[in-house]
């Protein structure tokens, strides 16, 4: 009996994460979980892809990474290969990197926004801010990626968070 691979998609209605979806969809053999802020979104667009998901299998999960108390259901990250809790995936950054990270419950993608343009008053090198740069990205909907060729690619194998972290040498 093979085991299916459970996959939560983020942000699962928006540009990325419907393509996301749909390429799982169509690899087949996958649990997947959608995620989206409400399952009776606003957005006439949105609602009819939450209902396209529901009805090729896909469980709609919701959750909103900008309030922590949403994504008790969410427990673990698949990132680069490995499969992390949020924990787990700051741990390996602070290992790999001897920096320690400090958590920060910043409120709404427009409180972020603000934070990211004091930082880059204040800071003194952009990898102060960059990493909030690719979450205000992801979470404002603002960050696209057209099609992805990784299979392309065959020969290139990930790495663990630890050793991307580390220029490979972990």
Do not use: C
């Not at 990474?65 to 698949?78: A, D, G, I, K």
Request: net charge positive; proline share 4%; no cysteine.
């Amino acid at each position: 009996m093979t085991t299916k691979t459970t996959v939560l998609v983020v942000g699962s209605t928006g540009m990325l994460g419907s393509k996301i979806v749909a390429a799982l969809l169509d690899k087949g053999n996958i649990d997947i979980r959608g995620m989206v802020r409400s399952i009776n979104d606003s957005n006439a667009e949105n609602r009819k892809k939450i209902e396209a998901m529901k009805a090729r299998g896909v469980a709609i999960v919701e959750g909103d990474l900008m309030q922590p108390e949403t994504l008790l259901s969410v427990t673990t990250l698949e990132v680069a290969g490995e499969v992390l809790t949020a924990k787990q995936l700051k741990a390996a950054y602070e290992a790999a990197t001897g920096n320690q990270l400090t958590e920060k419950p910043l409120g709404s993608v427009a409180a972020l926004q603000a934070w990211i343009a004091v930082k880059k008053t204040s800071a003194s090198s952009p990898f102060e801010y960059i990493p909030q740069q690719y979450e205000y990205a992801m979470v404002s909907g603002k960050g696209k990626l057209d099609q992805l060729q990784n299979d392309r690619y065959p020969h290139i194998k990930p790495l663990s968070v630890k050793q991307f972290l580390s220029k490979g040498e972990s």
